[in-house]
């Protein structure tokens, strides 16, 4: 080892013939390799070698699992804080979710307030039209009554007018035709005095006098003829 060379060892004591410098050579060589060996035994042990598999897994193990706690810890705390805030949101999205519900039940009842509304104004326009339409029927109705009962109150006053009138003209008329009958009637008399007179001058007797019936019933005929046709001239008709 200390000149570099790298001598030939027997271990079957083949080399037995050689000379005792060999031998003593041979021994420091085998006890320089065992001191070399212990050296790195010794070395091999301090760095944990030859320690149990299963400790080395064991404590690798626990080397991993602690790692895993010390890595999961941050982790469960991350996933903590999301279920935090996902509760925080569906608790928000619930109270967004009932409030747009109370916003659309109010939005409802506004709108069924509104639409009653409408109906009622409705209602209450179609019952002024209709009460307006009443009222101005009857109010048509008592203008034509109040026409009528003036056209009857003007008939009326006219007819009372006329009466009077008509009554006088009547008897003025009747009176007429009574003197127009008693002109004619009184005009036939008179023809027939007068050819009653004639009839007695004819014969030298006075006025009156007295004639046979056959000459008077000349006269008769006549008169009688005369007095008839007064009675239909000036008759009431």
Not at 106 to 113: D, L, M
Request: glycine share 6%; aromatic share 2%; net charge neutral.
């Amino acid at each position: 080892m200390g000149d570099g060379a790298s001598p030939h060892i027997n271990l079957s004591g083949q080399n037995s013939d050689k000379s005792d410098k060999t031998d003593e050579s041979m021994v420091k060589i085998l006890a320089s390799i065992g001191a070399a060996a212990l050296v790195v035994l010794i070395l091999l042990y301090a760095n944990g070698y030859f320690r149990s598999t299963d400790r080395m897994k064991g404590q690798s193990q626990l080397h991993i699992t602690g790692q895993g706690i010390a890595e999961s810890e941050p982790k469960r705390q991350r996933i903590e804080k999301e279920e935090e805030r996902l509760r925080m949101v569906r608790e928000a999205e619930q109270q967004r979710i009932a409030q747009e519900e109370e916003r659309l039940r109010n939005a409802r009842e506004a709108e069924r307030q509104r639409l009653a509304r409408e109906e009622s104004e409705r209602q209450r326009v179609a019952r002024e039209q209709v009460d307006s339409g009443k009222q101005s029927v009857a109010q048509e109705a008592e203008r034509q009554r109040k026409a009528q009962q003036g056209v009857e109150a003007e008939r009326q006053r006219k007819v009372q007018e006329e009466v009077p009138q008509r009554i006088a003209q009547e008897e003025a008329e009747k009176k007429k035709r009574d003197d127009d009958l008693k002109q004619c009637l009184q005009a036939a008399e008179e023809a027939y005095s007068a050819n009653w007179d004639r009839a007695c001058r004819q014969i030298d007797g006075p006025p009156k006098c007295i004639l046979p019936p056959l000459v008077l019933a000349r006269f008769d005929g006549p008169r009688r003829d005369a007095r008839d046709e007064c009675a239909r001239l000036y008759s009431v008709k």
